[in-house]
């Protein structure tokens, strides 16, 4: 029988330069005639000073959308929004 260990190292510079939040969303849109679905998934930090958790929702489709215009009206399938911490 092994035993596993775990270890906390004080944050790096790297993990302090990282955003107060960590956000996940997902969207899906159909593809033309029936031809399947597009999903596409964005990840990553933010700090959202001095915005709602809908400003920060709406901004995050108008950024996927930016980046992505064939993504303009999909659906959201998943969205998670949460302190960046442990």
């Known amino acids: 029988m ?5 270890s906390a ?5 790297a993990t302090q330069s990282q955003g107060t939040h960590h956000y996940v969303m997902t969207l ?14 964005s990840s990553g930090t933010c700090s959202p000073t001095g915005m709602t958790r ?4 709406t901004w995050l ?11 303009a009206g999909a659906s959201t399938l998943f969205f998670d929004l ?5």
């Open 9 to 13: 190292q004080p944050p790096t510079a």
């Open 82 to 86: 949460q302190p960046n911490r442990i």
């Open 28 to 41: 899906q849109k159909p593809l033309p005639h029936g031809g399947g679905y597009m999903v596409s998934t």
């Open 61 to 71: 489709i108008g950024e996927m959308v930016r980046q992505s215009p064939q993504l």
């Open 54 to 57: 809908h400003d920060l929702y």
């Open 2 to 6: 092994s035993q596993i260990t775990a």
